[in-house]
């Protein structure tokens, strides 16, 4: 998602300051272990 901590960093500021929550999921919805 980011290409180095600084943006790492920016994109967590930015969603605690906005009171988002920040996640990757790439292909985790049809993760086995996701799954119900």
Request: proline letters at 0%; a positive charge.
């Amino acid at each position: 998602m980011a290409a180095n901590y600084e943006q790492a960093k920016a994109m967590v500021n930015a969603c605690k300051s906005h009171g988002v929550l920040l996640q990757e999921g790439y292909m985790m919805r049809f993760h086995g272990a996701h799954q119900r």
